[in-house]
Protein backbone atom coordinates (compact mmCIF):
# COMPACT_ATOMS: atom_id res chain seq x y z
CA UNK A 1 0.00 0.00 0.00
CA UNK A 2 0.90 3.22 -0.68
CA UNK A 3 -0.01 6.29 1.26
CA UNK A 4 -0.57 9.71 -0.55
CA UNK A 5 -1.81 13.18 0.02
CA UNK A 6 -5.39 14.01 -0.90
CA UNK A 7 -8.31 16.59 -0.30
CA UNK A 8 -11.54 15.15 0.81
CA UNK A 9 -14.86 15.61 1.88
CA UNK A 10 -15.23 14.21 5.50
CA UNK A 11 -19.30 14.01 5.20
CA UNK A 12 -21.65 15.40 3.16
CA UNK A 13 -22.04 18.45 4.94
CA UNK A 14 -18.30 19.27 5.29
CA UNK A 15 -15.86 20.95 3.31
CA UNK A 16 -12.80 19.39 1.96
CA UNK A 17 -9.91 18.53 3.74
CA UNK A 18 -6.36 18.01 3.27
CA UNK A 19 -5.99 14.21 4.42
CA UNK A 20 -3.93 10.82 3.44
CA UNK A 21 -5.46 7.85 1.42
CA UNK A 22 -4.02 4.03 0.91
CA UNK A 23 -3.71 3.34 -2.92
CA UNK A 24 -3.54 -0.31 -3.55
CA UNK A 25 -0.19 -2.30 -4.44
CA UNK A 26 0.82 -2.14 -8.28
CA UNK A 27 -0.72 -5.57 -8.98
CA UNK A 28 0.51 -6.96 -12.76
CA UNK A 29 -1.68 -5.33 -14.84
CA UNK A 30 -1.82 -1.65 -13.17
CA UNK A 31 0.10 1.30 -13.64
CA UNK A 32 1.07 3.89 -11.17
CA UNK A 33 0.34 7.28 -11.97
CA UNK A 34 1.73 10.29 -10.20
CA UNK A 35 -1.10 13.20 -11.13
CA UNK A 36 0.27 16.29 -11.89
CA UNK A 37 -3.46 17.91 -12.34
CA UNK A 38 -7.01 17.29 -11.24
CA UNK A 39 -9.53 18.91 -13.17
CA UNK A 40 -13.12 19.92 -11.17
CA UNK A 41 -16.23 19.07 -12.44
CA UNK A 42 -20.11 20.08 -11.13
CA UNK A 43 -20.51 16.49 -10.64
CA UNK A 44 -17.77 16.18 -7.78
CA UNK A 45 -19.55 18.57 -6.20
CA UNK A 46 -22.73 16.54 -6.37
CA UNK A 47 -21.51 13.35 -5.31
CA UNK A 48 -19.59 14.59 -2.09
CA UNK A 49 -22.42 16.43 -1.36
CA UNK A 50 -24.77 13.11 -1.41
CA UNK A 51 -26.99 14.76 -4.23
CA UNK A 52 -27.10 11.90 -6.19
CA UNK A 53 -27.36 9.27 -3.18
CA UNK A 54 -25.86 8.33 -0.40
CA UNK A 55 -21.68 7.79 -0.41
CA UNK A 56 -18.94 6.30 2.07
CA UNK A 57 -16.66 9.10 3.41
CA UNK A 58 -13.66 10.30 3.68
CA UNK A 59 -14.16 10.90 -0.48
CA UNK A 60 -11.51 12.30 -2.62
CA UNK A 61 -13.31 12.94 -6.01
CA UNK A 62 -11.91 13.94 -9.36
CA UNK A 63 -12.00 12.54 -12.92
CA UNK A 64 -10.49 14.66 -15.02
CA UNK A 65 -6.71 13.32 -14.22
CA UNK A 66 -3.27 13.54 -15.57
CA UNK A 67 -0.50 12.69 -14.74
CA UNK A 68 3.00 10.86 -15.44
CA UNK A 69 3.31 6.83 -15.12
CA UNK A 70 6.18 6.10 -12.15
CA UNK A 71 5.94 2.59 -11.83
CA UNK A 72 4.02 -0.10 -13.78
CA UNK A 73 3.01 -4.27 -13.11
CA UNK A 74 4.98 -6.46 -15.30
CA UNK A 75 1.96 -7.44 -17.47
CA UNK A 76 1.62 -4.26 -18.38
CA UNK A 77 2.20 -3.48 -22.07
CA UNK A 78 -0.08 -0.39 -22.77
CA UNK A 79 2.22 2.29 -20.71
CA UNK A 80 5.47 2.58 -19.68
CA UNK A 81 7.41 4.71 -16.90
CA UNK A 82 7.72 8.18 -18.37
CA UNK A 83 4.14 8.43 -20.75
CA UNK A 84 2.23 11.33 -19.84
CA UNK A 85 -1.53 9.46 -19.27
CA UNK A 86 -4.99 10.41 -18.66
CA UNK A 87 -7.66 8.84 -16.36
CA UNK A 88 -11.58 9.72 -16.61
CA UNK A 89 -14.54 8.71 -15.11
CA UNK A 90 -13.95 5.23 -14.71
CA UNK A 91 -11.25 2.63 -13.67
CA UNK A 92 -12.84 -0.79 -14.43
CA UNK A 93 -15.68 -2.52 -15.79
CA UNK A 94 -17.14 -6.01 -16.38
CA UNK A 95 -14.64 -6.59 -19.83
CA UNK A 96 -17.02 -9.61 -20.90
CA UNK A 97 -20.75 -8.02 -21.58
CA UNK A 98 -22.23 -7.12 -24.93
CA UNK A 99 -21.20 -3.53 -24.51
CA UNK A 100 -17.62 -3.72 -22.98
CA UNK A 101 -16.81 -6.17 -25.84
CA UNK A 102 -18.03 -3.54 -28.35
CA UNK A 103 -15.60 -1.09 -26.44
CA UNK A 104 -18.46 1.00 -24.71
CA UNK A 105 -17.22 -0.05 -21.07
CA UNK A 106 -19.60 3.59 -19.69
CA UNK A 107 -22.43 1.02 -20.74
CA UNK A 108 -20.86 -1.97 -18.63
CA UNK A 109 -24.19 -3.82 -18.21
CA UNK A 110 -22.60 -5.06 -14.86
CA UNK A 111 -22.57 -1.17 -14.39
CA UNK A 112 -18.98 0.53 -14.57
CA UNK A 113 -16.26 1.27 -11.74
CA UNK A 114 -16.38 4.97 -11.24
CA UNK A 115 -13.30 6.88 -10.76
CA UNK A 116 -14.38 7.64 -6.84
CA UNK A 117 -17.09 6.65 -4.51
CA UNK A 118 -17.50 3.71 -6.59
CA UNK A 119 -17.15 -0.60 -4.95
CA UNK A 120 -14.28 -1.22 -6.67
CA UNK A 121 -13.60 -5.33 -7.97
CA UNK A 122 -11.01 -5.74 -4.97
CA UNK A 123 -14.04 -4.37 -2.61
CA UNK A 124 -12.76 -1.18 -1.44
CA UNK A 125 -14.32 2.22 -2.32
CA UNK A 126 -12.51 3.83 -5.09
CA UNK A 127 -10.92 6.91 -4.59
CA UNK A 128 -10.25 9.91 -7.13
CA UNK A 129 -7.75 12.56 -8.32
CA UNK A 130 -7.64 15.22 -6.07
CA UNK A 131 -4.69 13.57 -4.69
CA UNK A 132 -0.52 13.16 -5.34
CA UNK A 133 -0.68 9.18 -6.97
CA UNK A 134 -3.22 7.03 -7.92
CA UNK A 135 -3.09 2.92 -9.32
CA UNK A 136 -5.20 2.13 -12.22
CA UNK A 137 -5.62 -0.83 -14.34
CA UNK A 138 -3.62 0.06 -17.64
CA UNK A 139 -6.51 -0.57 -19.61
CA UNK A 140 -8.52 2.48 -18.15
CA UNK A 141 -5.24 4.71 -18.41
CA UNK A 142 -5.16 6.45 -21.70
CA UNK A 143 -2.23 8.26 -23.61
CA UNK A 144 -1.91 12.39 -23.76
CA UNK A 145 -0.62 13.31 -26.84
CA UNK A 146 2.49 15.63 -26.51
CA UNK A 147 0.47 18.26 -28.05
CA UNK A 148 -1.76 18.81 -25.38
CA UNK A 149 -0.52 20.70 -21.82
CA UNK A 150 -1.27 18.38 -19.13
CA UNK A 151 -3.18 20.48 -17.51
CA UNK A 152 -5.58 21.83 -20.43
CA UNK A 153 -5.76 17.91 -20.97
CA UNK A 154 -7.39 17.13 -17.51
CA UNK A 155 -10.75 18.29 -18.26
CA UNK A 156 -10.54 16.87 -21.77
CA UNK A 157 -10.81 13.46 -19.42
CA UNK A 158 -14.99 14.11 -18.76
CA UNK A 159 -15.80 17.56 -20.21
CA UNK A 160 -14.30 16.94 -23.96
CA UNK A 161 -15.19 12.97 -23.73
CA UNK A 162 -19.00 13.35 -22.65
CA UNK A 163 -19.08 16.24 -25.80
CA UNK A 164 -17.38 14.42 -28.16
CA UNK A 165 -18.49 11.10 -27.88
CA UNK A 166 -22.37 12.33 -28.96
CA UNK A 167 -20.95 14.45 -31.74
CA UNK A 168 -19.61 11.81 -33.38
CA UNK A 169 -22.56 9.30 -32.69
CA UNK A 170 -24.92 11.86 -34.45
CA UNK A 171 -22.68 12.85 -36.85
CA UNK A 172 -21.76 16.48 -36.59
CA UNK A 173 -19.65 17.28 -39.97
CA UNK A 174 -19.48 19.62 -42.69
CA UNK A 175 -22.74 20.50 -44.17
CA UNK A 176 -24.56 19.53 -40.45
CA UNK A 177 -26.10 22.41 -37.82
CA UNK A 178 -25.38 21.62 -34.17
CA UNK A 179 -26.65 24.03 -31.44
CA UNK A 180 -24.79 23.70 -27.87
CA UNK A 181 -27.40 24.16 -24.72
CA UNK A 182 -24.94 26.02 -22.28
CA UNK A 183 -21.89 27.59 -22.18
CA UNK A 184 -19.94 25.93 -19.14
CA UNK A 185 -17.30 23.14 -18.49
CA UNK A 186 -18.84 20.75 -20.88
CA UNK A 187 -20.71 23.40 -23.13
CA UNK A 188 -17.16 25.24 -24.25
CA UNK A 189 -15.72 21.71 -25.39
CA UNK A 190 -18.84 20.62 -27.03
CA UNK A 191 -18.30 24.25 -28.83
CA UNK A 192 -14.88 24.21 -29.87
CA UNK A 193 -15.20 19.74 -30.81
CA UNK A 194 -18.35 20.40 -32.81
CA UNK A 195 -16.20 23.60 -34.82
CA UNK A 196 -13.15 21.32 -35.46
CA UNK A 197 -14.95 18.67 -36.95
CA UNK A 198 -16.32 21.42 -39.70
CA UNK A 199 -20.47 21.54 -38.63
CA UNK A 200 -22.05 25.03 -38.03
CA UNK A 201 -22.56 25.76 -34.68
CA UNK A 202 -24.45 27.75 -32.59
CA UNK A 203 -24.72 28.57 -28.21
CA UNK A 204 -27.88 28.81 -26.57
CA UNK A 205 -27.13 30.27 -23.75
CA UNK A 206 -29.29 31.99 -21.40
CA UNK A 207 -27.99 35.20 -21.54
CA UNK A 208 -25.34 36.70 -24.69
CA UNK A 209 -22.82 37.69 -21.47
CA UNK A 210 -20.70 35.07 -22.51
CA UNK A 211 -21.22 35.66 -26.61
CA UNK A 212 -17.95 37.02 -27.30
CA UNK A 213 -16.22 33.72 -25.79
CA UNK A 214 -18.46 31.79 -27.55
CA UNK A 215 -17.52 33.22 -30.81
CA UNK A 216 -13.57 32.76 -30.02
CA UNK A 217 -14.00 28.98 -28.83
CA UNK A 218 -15.42 28.47 -32.66
CA UNK A 219 -19.09 29.19 -32.54
CA UNK A 220 -21.03 30.50 -36.05
CA UNK A 221 -23.95 31.80 -33.98
CA UNK A 222 -24.87 32.79 -30.70
CA UNK A 223 -28.66 33.37 -29.28
CA UNK A 224 -30.36 34.36 -25.92
CA UNK A 225 -32.76 31.96 -24.78
CA UNK A 226 -34.08 34.42 -22.58
CA UNK A 227 -35.52 35.95 -25.47
CA UNK A 228 -38.65 34.06 -27.00
CA UNK A 229 -38.06 35.54 -30.46
CA UNK A 230 -34.93 33.20 -30.55
CA UNK A 231 -37.14 30.32 -30.16
CA UNK A 232 -39.12 31.43 -33.38
CA UNK A 233 -36.47 32.36 -34.91
CA UNK A 234 -34.45 29.14 -34.88
CA UNK A 235 -37.53 26.77 -35.35
CA UNK A 236 -36.59 23.73 -37.09
CA UNK A 237 -33.17 24.41 -37.79
CA UNK A 238 -31.09 22.18 -36.22
CA UNK A 239 -29.39 18.56 -36.80
CA UNK A 240 -28.50 18.12 -33.47
CA UNK A 241 -28.42 19.69 -29.72
CA UNK A 242 -26.60 18.88 -27.47
CA UNK A 243 -27.67 20.18 -24.00
CA UNK A 244 -25.00 20.40 -21.73
CA UNK A 245 -27.15 22.22 -18.71
CA UNK A 246 -27.94 20.00 -15.69
CA UNK A 247 -30.79 22.18 -14.66
CA UNK A 248 -34.69 21.50 -15.80
CA UNK A 249 -35.55 23.45 -19.23
CA UNK A 250 -38.47 22.87 -21.39
CA UNK A 251 -37.12 19.97 -23.61
CA UNK A 252 -39.89 20.49 -25.96
CA UNK A 253 -39.14 23.99 -26.56
CA UNK A 254 -35.95 22.71 -27.94
CA UNK A 255 -37.61 19.83 -29.51
CA UNK A 256 -39.14 22.43 -31.90
CA UNK A 257 -35.53 24.16 -32.51
CA UNK A 258 -34.70 20.68 -34.63
CA UNK A 259 -35.20 20.11 -38.36
CA UNK A 260 -36.49 16.83 -39.59
CA UNK A 261 -35.01 13.62 -37.68
CA UNK A 262 -33.19 15.84 -35.74
CA UNK A 263 -32.39 14.65 -32.13
CA UNK A 264 -31.58 16.44 -28.98
CA UNK A 265 -29.05 14.52 -26.78
CA UNK A 266 -28.79 15.55 -22.95
CA UNK A 267 -25.59 15.19 -21.01
CA UNK A 268 -26.45 17.01 -18.06
CA UNK A 269 -28.31 14.99 -15.89
CA UNK A 270 -31.47 16.85 -14.08
CA UNK A 271 -32.34 14.95 -10.70
CA UNK A 272 -35.77 15.49 -11.63
CA UNK A 273 -37.90 13.62 -14.36
CA UNK A 274 -38.25 16.34 -17.80
CA UNK A 275 -41.86 16.50 -19.07
CA UNK A 276 -41.76 15.94 -22.92
CA UNK A 277 -44.26 17.01 -24.94
CA UNK A 278 -44.97 14.00 -27.88
CA UNK A 279 -45.84 16.26 -30.02
CA UNK A 280 -42.73 17.89 -30.17
CA UNK A 281 -41.31 14.69 -31.29
CA UNK A 282 -43.77 13.44 -33.75
CA UNK A 283 -44.00 15.98 -36.12
CA UNK A 284 -40.56 16.48 -37.04
CA UNK A 285 -39.61 12.14 -36.50
CA UNK A 286 -37.73 13.86 -33.88
CA UNK A 287 -35.02 12.11 -31.11
CA UNK A 288 -34.68 13.13 -26.74
CA UNK A 289 -31.73 10.82 -26.63
CA UNK A 290 -28.84 11.03 -23.19
CA UNK A 291 -25.12 10.14 -23.74
CA UNK A 292 -22.72 9.14 -21.09
CA UNK A 293 -18.88 10.28 -21.49
CA UNK A 294 -17.29 7.16 -24.38
CA UNK A 295 -15.58 4.37 -24.48
CA UNK A 296 -11.89 3.58 -23.42
CA UNK A 297 -11.20 3.44 -27.52
CA UNK A 298 -13.76 6.49 -27.64
CA UNK A 299 -11.55 9.13 -25.30
CA UNK A 300 -8.00 7.64 -26.71
CA UNK A 301 -9.44 8.76 -30.14
CA UNK A 302 -11.01 12.31 -28.84
CA UNK A 303 -7.27 13.07 -27.16
CA UNK A 304 -5.69 12.47 -30.32
CA UNK A 305 -8.25 14.48 -32.23
CA UNK A 306 -7.77 17.09 -29.83
CA UNK A 307 -3.73 17.08 -30.34
CA UNK A 308 -4.37 17.08 -33.84
CA UNK A 309 -6.57 20.11 -33.82
CA UNK A 310 -4.85 21.89 -31.15
CA UNK A 311 -7.42 21.57 -28.72
CA UNK A 312 -7.24 21.81 -24.61
CA UNK A 313 -9.85 23.10 -22.15
CA UNK A 314 -10.08 26.41 -21.45
CA UNK A 315 -9.15 26.54 -17.13
CA UNK A 316 -7.78 28.13 -14.47
CA UNK A 317 -5.34 26.45 -12.65
CA UNK A 318 -5.52 26.32 -8.52
CA UNK A 319 -4.11 25.38 -5.25
CA UNK A 320 -5.43 22.22 -3.82
CA UNK A 321 -6.59 25.27 -0.90
CA UNK A 322 -8.70 26.74 -2.89
CA UNK A 323 -10.96 23.87 -3.90
CA UNK A 324 -13.61 24.83 -1.88
CA UNK A 325 -13.34 28.80 -3.13
CA UNK A 326 -13.59 26.70 -6.50
CA UNK A 327 -17.07 24.52 -5.27
CA UNK A 328 -18.92 27.94 -4.67
CA UNK A 329 -17.61 29.58 -7.86
CA UNK A 330 -18.43 26.26 -9.77
CA UNK A 331 -22.06 26.54 -8.33
CA UNK A 332 -22.05 30.37 -8.97
CA UNK A 333 -21.47 29.32 -13.06
CA UNK A 334 -18.45 31.87 -12.34
CA UNK A 335 -15.53 29.90 -14.19
CA UNK A 336 -14.57 30.10 -17.72
CA UNK A 337 -14.36 27.13 -17.74
CA UNK A 338 -13.37 24.37 -15.93
CA UNK A 339 -11.05 24.73 -13.05
CA UNK A 340 -7.39 22.91 -12.32
CA UNK A 341 -5.78 22.09 -9.12
CA UNK A 342 -2.48 21.92 -9.57
CA UNK A 343 -2.06 18.69 -7.11
CA UNK A 344 2.05 19.50 -6.79
CA UNK A 345 0.41 21.61 -3.97
CA UNK A 346 -1.30 18.72 -2.15
CA UNK A 347 1.89 18.90 -0.01
ZN1 LIG B 1 -17.26 14.90 -14.83
ZN1 LIG C 1 -19.34 -5.05 -19.01
Known amino acids: MLTVNAYAAPSASEALIPTTLERRDVGAHDVLIEIKYAGICHSDIHTVRGDWGPQSYPLAPGHEIAGIVTEIGPEVTRHKVGDRVGV ?145 ELAGTFDLIINTVSAPIDISSYLQLLSLDGALVNVGAPAEPLPVNVFSLITGRRSFAGSAIGGIRETQEMLDFCAEHGLGAEIEVIPADKINDAYERVLASDVRYRFVIDTSTLG
Request: charged content about 20%; some cysteine.
Open 88 to 232: GCMVNSCGECENCRKGEEQYCLKGMTGTYGAVDRDGTITQGGYSTHVVVAEDFVVRIPEGIALDAAAPLLCAGITTYSPLRHWGAAPGKRVAVVGLGGLGHMAVKLAHAMGAEVTVLSQSLKKMEDGLRLGADHYFATSDPVTFE
